[in-house]
């Protein structure tokens, strides 16, 4: 769609810090009482003094390095004025003009190959508090106010307006969550964890900004719209008026909220009660903190452990699927728990709702290299393998009683063998069919096998074993 410029402004939580980003309260506002959580700092009472949370501008830094982005050696907080009930100063604590950190880029894999989506800065903010309704929006009486998240960290990530397709936007966010997850001050899981603003406009027309969508699906159907939208306005030789509208996800379809805000509207001026802050040092401090980040575990995992790419690019998805991996491989041939990882477990996962930190839990990377160690022995088939991964992830229970309970061993070829000469034995008339021509008397003698195994033998191999015997 060459027509099409979208740009995002995505709000990520550092919701893996212990406490607020300008007062000690923790940041855990999910599963607390509303407003247990705060202090006269976060509910803005006049007078109360801001100090920095040094772990939170470590965080930030730490993300601003994976991104590729420079970090700024002086960074400023500002004030960001508007009026709105959740947010009990009348103003935001943010970043204006001397932002933490400019540029930067996230790759994503389009259908035509790589591309580079560029950032244009990333700063540091306050997220003000949350307020809920009963019942919908549009049809409850009052709303209710929770400053438990008041002050939680949240840095703010701005591209370049330079994705051209919803879908583009959806893999810059995936990327771009996968990156956070790597460094281990983002939790993805938890509500409102990332917020995104997307900025959309046609040739010709003005821009359209979609407020605080909170699903990457969302952010993808409400760009869908939009260009529906937009396309059929200005078909019609209609203006596209430059404006801020919300996403219904209920109904899919974004609403008119108010004509844009301009810069000058909030009034922006530097924070009196914070200092600036120089990162040079915090900047050394965190540069050796950074963990392997998934392009580079993707290359190591291909060179180190000789699996296709196919295998490391999923692998790498989540850094605890391939801490799980690496688990595995240490002990058993890579390929193999490569593809038993990728290929098995993650679907049996993700069937049930779960990702590789609730996986490692249910079923033990140690307990994972015992199955597989039985499969590599021949003691349980293929089919076996799964059975157990399933039963483990359902209903818990040691290994070898799964095993034994459901009669999963399997029989050894040796006695497979030896089944196979009974069969033969016991059967002249079915040899003799066989030997004058009726190939599918064979049948009959694997059903024999079969039979007298209870269907634990494998019925390709038995065949194999007994044509191979009668053709001698
Ligand atoms: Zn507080
Ligand atoms: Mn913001």
Known sequence: MDDVIIGLEVHVQLNRLKTKLFCSCPINYHDSEP??????????????????NKEAVKAAIKIAL?????VQPFTVFDRKNYFYPDLPKGFQISQ?????ALG??????????????????????EDPGKLSYKGSITLAKYSLID??????????????????????????????????????????????????????????????????????????????YEITRQRNLLRRGRVVLRETRHFDEVNNITVSLRSKEEEQDYRYFPEPDLVPIHTSELVD????????????????????????????????????MADYFEEVALQLDAKLAASWIVDVLRGELNYRGWDFRVGW?????????RLLKYFVEEKITEKGVVEVIRTKLDEGGDIDAIIQSKGLFAIPKTEIERLC???????????????????????????????????????????????????N
Do not use: W
């Not at 994976?66 to 420079?70: D, G, I, P, R, S």
């Not at 204006?96 to 933490?100: A, E, K, T």
């Not at 003698?445 to 191999?461: F, I, N, Q």
């Open 35 to 52: 407003n247990t959580h705060v202090c006269p700092v976060c509910l803005g009472m006049p007078g109360a003094m801001p100090v920095i």
């Open 66 to 70: 994976a991104l590729n982005a420079e």
């Open 96 to 100: 204006y003009d001397r932002p933490l």
């Open 104 to 125: 930067g880029y996230v790759t994503i894999e389009t259908e035509d190959g790589e591309k580079k989506i560029a950032l244009k800065r990333i700063h540091m903010e």
């Open 147 to 224: 400053y438990n998240r008041s002050g939680v960290p949240l840095l703010e990530i701005v591209t370049e307006p330079v994705m051209s397709s919803p879908k583009e936007a959806r893999l810059f966010l995936n990327k771009l969550r996968i990156i956070l997850e790597y460094l281990e001050v983002f939790d993805g899981n938890l509500e409102g964890a990332m917020r995104v603003d997307a900025n959309i406009s046609l040739k010709g027309g003005g821009r359209v900004e979609i407020k605080n969508i909170s699903s990457f699906k969302g952010v993808e159907r409400a760009l869908s």
């Open 285 to 320: 401090e965190v540069k050796d903190l950074l963990p392997e980040m998934p392009e580079e575990k993707r290359q190591r995992f291909i060179q180190q452990y000789e699996i296709g790419d196919n295998f490391a690019k999923v692998l790498v998805l989540d850094p605890k």
């Open 361 to 369: 839990e249910k079923l033990r990377p140690e307990e994972m290299i």
């Open 421 to 471: 000469r009974e069969a033969i034995e016991k059967n002249p008339k079915a040899v003799e069919d066989y030997k004058a021509g009726k190939k599918q008397a064979a049948n009959y003698l694997v059903g024999y096998v079969m039979k007298v195994t209870r269907g634990r033998a494998d019925p390709a191999e038995t065949a194999k074993i007994i044509r191979e015997m009668l053709s």
